[in-house]
């Protein structure tokens, strides 16, 4: 069975800005991207730009993020820039209000949970660093919306080049000393060691940063491991420039490819146009816990990443009644979400079962109703339109203020979305 994987070659570290060059070098069409990225609503003007620079003989190409009246903005915070983090007096933003903006956002519900979870693991390990709890977490440099453009763009990047799996080098150790909001710091950044935990790690005389906590969160929530990737066929190279200059070509290089993934059973015959994920489903049976627990322990897999989370009744042993309890995950999550298992449930274990998951590609649109603007999630199967899904929040906002009946709203977003999107009695999709 092929595989779509992309390695990671940081043979001169990553940052937010070098992973995006790389991806549009290799193929990402940088107008899309930033179509894309305009379905994130934030509260200042902002614009990308993408050229070309030689770095030490090698043609890359540079990003550059522009912001205007962002309260949150604290300069660039690329790789190779001055080591000037922040200042105190700026405010960032948190983790929360970063979650929140996403969630309200018209991004492909796929590319939002992505996004959510790579910031989600940047905060886990902000929170173990300060002794915070997550919710706790402000950040600082990471708080500017170049920042939220760096993780969001790769996320988009990677799924307009059809990447399954991804692949990392070992990465440079470099040294030195940065200032930031907290004051200054040994490099790496302690986020950074701290999300690169389990990385190989390779000295080198450079002094200057050449992993950033964006570039590392990038690695540590997408990559399989740091060594050599598959046998794999090349299809495309990305080159993604850093500022500075080093007695080496300050580049990151992104290679695209397929794999056939030995020993693997086919798969079955569909149509290439759905999406298709390899994932990790968790479950343990309890039958000796209290109800009220089964909250806390899906709302922090769902904030650690999950992508769901879901409670059967069982019949178990000596007739008890039981609870199976299920997550769905990226394989890169399974070892933090079963530590959630053994710390917020009663089981003393839990099965691990990897699984295909195949999805319709889709899109969160707006439909206009008599009462408000509704978001409704449309799924397209070969370009066609064959689902449509009122939001249910915001047929519930309606009905509080409308004092209407939750379904009578969600009937007309519904009627609303098929008049405009659904297929009509021609075969023409609207």
Known sequence: MMARIAYFDCFSGISGDMALGALIHAGVDVNDLKSELHKVHFHADWDLSAHTVVKRGISATSVEITVRGDRAHHGPHHQGHPPIHGSHDLPGRSFAEIRQTLRLSQLDEPVASESIAVFARIAAAEARIHGATVEDVHFHELGGIDSIIDIVGAVIGLRMLSIEKCYCSPLPLSHGTITCAHGTYPIPAPAVTELLKGATFIPTEIEG????????GLLAHFTEGFAAPPAFSVESVGWGAGEWEYDRPNVLRLVVGNTAQAGASPGPDISSGLLRERLHVLEANIDDMSPQH???????????????????????????PGVLLSVLCKPELTNDLLRIFFRETTTLGARVQEIDRFSLPRELLTVHTPHGEVRVKIGKLDEEVVHALPEYDDCRRIAEQEGLPVQEVHNEALHAARREFLVDNAGTTR
């Open 209 to 216: 940063e050449l992993i950033t906590p964006t570039g590392a």
């Open 294 to 320: 089964y909250e806390m322990f899906m709302e922090r897999a769902f904030e650690r990443g999950a992508l769901d989370v879901c409670l059967t009744p069982v019949q178990m042993k000596k007739t008890r």
